[in-house]
């Protein structure tokens, strides 16, 4: 089963999209690009407080058991 992690590694501020972007086999260029993209429909608020939250409670991939 695959878990959802933060790869910091990868990553450019969390590591939240890449690690999102290895659980859904998708780049994550692809996935930061929907980001920035949502963020700017949604004024910015919604997202960014999604992201910060995620941040905290999302492991990282060197916290996760193996």
């Given amino acids: ?38 963020c700017v429909v949604t004024a910015f608020v919604p997202l960014t407080v999604t992201y910060l939250v995620g941040w905290v409670l999302i492991p990282e991939k060197s916290d996760l058991p193996r």
């Fill in 1 to 38: 089963m695959k878990r959802i992690y933060r790869d910091e590694r990868q990553g450019r501020i969390a590591g939240i999209c890449a690690g999102l972007g290895e659980l859904l086999d998708i780049a994550p260029t692809i996935i930061r690009l929907a980001l920035v993209f949502l």
